[in-house]
């Protein structure tokens, strides 16, 4: 048997009856963080300009674009609501593999609404979708090294894997759907503090929904798309190298350990590799009741690979100040805070926070490259104290994850300009008991409609 064979039978022999009850809690937990990302990430630049978009474009009234108001085809909204969710920054990974599950809950919603199927079934496809992707990307590791983007490559998979098992394709429909997904995979890290970077999330989630209809239609591709044979590389020596590649890892420990469990989120919607240092600063600022005023320098200590990600002391707009630890860190000085309207034009550009991001300096160290992620972050004041801390986790990683409370928060205040009061109860309440919802039509009708 092959190794896509496996991957194929795994997700057609999986159920929502044998998924560990803490993984199923955890997926309602992420929902609504992704739900809510999307409700907000309608309202931001490349949102606003993906629902114009698809607005002119027309199309099937059938599955929700959450936020927007409409309903369009189910791979259009799949599109615009995996734009959303990445534009506002507020999602988190799975590592070192670098996948997400803003290719699935994406996907996942309107494709159930569209279907009238259940909560288990969101729950059950959202996992399942997510341990292929994350495996194919585990097996792949130096594709990023090649500058491929890992959520839009391997999520063009787990889209794929989620539609698949919504629309219950047979073993031999899935392996077709797995070819036509491999087909579409892109994504490049050049692409990175753009609003590309946002709608190649939404194009890896509607490529996965095109990806299993037409193999559901009786469209034919290569059916053993992960292997190398005598007609040429399969999709993981293409985009690895084929000493890069370890095949293996596709199913190794498949169904037996999910990895949906160590998808982390974020607590500042910014970047990834900022959530340590904002939240070291954070801490020191709040323990020391440290002013911007009485701060002389701020030095972040911190590998090269991260350095290469977010040391821009001057981001040139409104995207890149997320990817700006001086940014970051100029809005903890000022605001002792970091929410969404840290990262706005009017903030960018506005003097206190060039002065305050002025005092800040990346401090790169080469040495630490090959150890744990971590940064250090120093104070300098003008009465000549210096206060130090070191940072290793974050609020929201796996193995320090928000509590169901503060989800429910992070969800209030990321629809609070969007949904009604009496929305973001009811929609939070559902999302929370997904697992009893027969249909999910209610819970599509008020993140689509808000007001």
Not at 11 to 39: I, Q, R
């Amino acid at each position: 048997m092959t190794v896509t064979e496996k991957v194929a039978r795994f997700v057609v022999d999986t159920h929502y009856n044998d998924l560990p009850p803490k993984t199923v809690n955890y997926a309602k937990e992420l929902a609504l963080s992704n739900l809510g990302s999307m409700v907000w990430g309608a309202t931001l630049p490349a949102g606003k300009i993906v629902i114009k978009f698809l607005r002119e474009m027309g199309g099937v009234p059938e599955a929700g674009v959450i936020g927007g108001g409409f309903k369009t085809s189910a791979p259009d909204a799949a599109l615009a609501n995996g734009n959303f969710v990445h534009a506002a920054e507020w999602e988190g990974d799975s590592r070192p593999e670098m996948v997400s599950a803003m290719t699935l809950f994406p996907v996942v919603f309107p494709l159930a609404e569209k279907l009238g199927l259940s909560g288990k079934d969101v729950l059950e496809a959202t996992i399942i979708g997510h341990e292929v992707q994350s495996r194919i990307g585990l097996a792949c590791l130096p594709a990023t090294g090649r500058g491929f983007f890992a959520v839009p490559v391997f999520g063009n998979f787990g889209a794929a894997i989620v539609t698949a098992k919504l629309l219950k394709l047979d073993v031999e429909q899935i392996k077709v759907a797995l070819g036509l997904a491999a087909s579409q995979a892109a994504g490049t890290l050049r692409q990175h503090s753009t609003m590309t970077h946002f709608v190649e999330t939404g194009f890896a989630c509607r490529n996965g929904v095109i990806a299993a209809m037409l193999a559901g239609a009786g469209f034919n591709a290569d059916t053993n798309i992960l292997e190398d044979s005598d007609r040429g590389v399969g999709f993981g020596s293409a985009v690895a190298g084929k000493e890069g590649y370890h095949i293996e890892k596709v199913t190794q420990s498949l169904g037996q350990q999910f990895r949906f469990d160590l998808i982390d989120t974020k607590n500042f919607p910014c970047h990834s590799y900022q959530q340590r240092a904002l939240e070291a600063a954070l801490h020191l600022v709040q323990e020391h009741n440290i002013s911007a005023e009485e701060v002389v320098s701020v030095t972040v200590a911190m590998k090269p690979a991260i350095a290469h990600e977010i040391d821009l002391p001057d981001p040139p707009d409104r995207e890149h100040s997320r990817v700006s630890v001086q940014h970051g860190i100029a809005g903890v000085l000022l605001e002792r805070k970091v929410t969404g309207d840290t990262f706005t034009e009017e903030k960018r550009v506005d003097p206190k926070f060039t002065e305050s991001r002025s005092k800040v300096k990346a401090v790169v160290h080469p040495e630490w490259e090959s150890g744990p992620d971590f940064e250090i972050v120093t104070i300098k004041l003008k009465n000549g104290q210096e206060h130090s801390v070191k940072w290793t986790t974050w609020q929201g990683h796996h193995t320090s994850p928000l509590t169901t409370g503060e989800l429910v928060a992070k969800y209030k205040v990321a629809t609070g300009d969007t949904l009604s009061p009496d929305q973001t109860d009811r929609s939070a309440e559902l999302v929370l008991n997904l697992e009893t919802l027969r249909d999910v039509s209610e819970l599509m009708k008020i993140v689509t409609f808000p007001g």
